[in-house]
């Protein structure tokens, strides 16, 4: 048997070396990146709380509405005249009409005009550039899970969102039985226009998965660098970011809006598009009743694979996810209901958030 030749001994001890290194850089890098918060402490059950929906009249509710208030102004109008036909004005309608009719939404009421306004001020109202610090106190909300994949299947799942300073961390626990086990963890920081996502890590078994978020860039698992799109956010925050989107009053949640929003995977970056469908109520097991908008992604242009998650999210309960689908191609899905949902003490009145930024 002849010897190996010394150049393809060194080969194979340069590939050997290579394949450990790598190794290494997979299980080490996101170890670095990730830093786990302590576990925080949960003090009370959040239970439903009476909250407005809003919603956009119908055609029936605005005709009679607009016809009621036309036939008034011109009874006032028709008896101003009479009493005083030099000072005759039309009565500005109520509120509730106001409402009712679009066309008279932006007519401009008495305690708008000038002559109503403070003595001395000569400003309109401008928005507050120090907005209130709307996040969530620490939260757990956990799920009862059910599904198919081959076979009915049965777990539990939790979603904990935690802050400290402009710190946060959002995590993501899906468990079925032996079957298997899914955790997704973002961290970064926030700020007053929302999350900004600096480190994402996924595992599924014994697979982990992440994304990097540089100032300007984002580091998928294969490599590849992107450019780094305004608002990106990632798929455990963007549970957190769209509840408090909505709870905050930057977009409103409505039958028949448009969400949309960047999510950055280990695999690729993708604008997903979420149409709220439809108001509707779910019967959880301890929660009871709760109404909740439905928001569905459309499909990609190009998916990369058969993971697809339909959310619901509850007003009366801060606008957290009480429900989340999601689909796993063909048959397989899993579908998580709310069970509980634990809070702890609001974070304590601090500085105004700053902008986004990169890493500290």
Do not use: C
């Amino acid at each position: 048997m002849r010897p190996a030749k010394p150049l393809t001994l060194l080969g194979l001890v340069v590939l050997v070396h290579a394949l450990v290194l790598w190794g290494l850089r997979q299980e080490l890098l996101p170890a670095l990146v990730i830093q786990p918060l302590p576990e925080p402490v949960f003090l009370h059950l959040l239970a439903p709380k009476a909250a407005p929906i809003k919603r956009a009249p119908s055609k029936r509710e605005v005709a009679p509405a607009q016809s009621a208030s036309l036939a008034r102004n011109a009874s006032v109008t028709s008896d101003s005249n009479l009493a005083d036909p030099q000072n005759a004005a039309p009565e500005p309608p109520s509120p509730d009409e106001a409402i009712a009719d679009p066309s008279l939404a932006n007519l401009p009421s008495a305690a708008a005009t000038p002559e109503a306004a403070p003595s001395g001020s000569t400003e309109s109202a401008k928005p507050d550039p120090n907005p209130p610090d709307t996040w969530p106190a620490d939260t757990r909300v956990s799920y009862e899970m059910r599904g198919f994949y081959r076979g009915d299947v049965y777990g539990s799942a939790k979603v904990q969102w935690q802050r400290q300073q402009e710190r946060y961390q959002v995590q993501l626990d899906m468990r079925m039985a032996l079957l298997f086990q899914v955790s997704m963890t973002s961290q970064g920081q926030v700020t007053a226009s929302g999350l900004v996502p600096q480190a994402y890590e996924e595992r599924f078994l014994s697979v982990r998965r992440s994304v990097g978020f540089e100032e300007a860039l984002l580091q998928l698992q294969d490599g590849r660098q992107l450019a780094k799109p305004p608002g990106v956010q990632d798929p455990a925050s963007q549970f957190v970011e769209l509840s408090q989107r909505f709870a905050s009053g930057r977009q409103t949640l409505a039958v028949g809006e448009v969400v949309t929003v960047w999510l950055a995977r280990p695999g690729g970056l993708d604008l997903w598009t979420y149409d709220v469908t439809e108001l509707v109520g779910l019967q959880t097991p301890q929660l009871g009743l709760v109404q909740a908008f439905h928001l569905k992604p459309r499909p990609l242009a190009k998916p990369r694979g058969d993971i697809v998650a339909e959310i619901w999210l509850a007003p009366s309960l801060q606008y957290l996810p009480v429900r989340v689908r999601i689909a796993l191609g063909g048959d397989n899905f899993v579908d998580l209901l709310v069970e509980t949902i634990e809070q702890g003490a609001p974070p304590p009145s601090q500085e105004p958030l700053p902008g986004p930024r990169g890493k500290p």
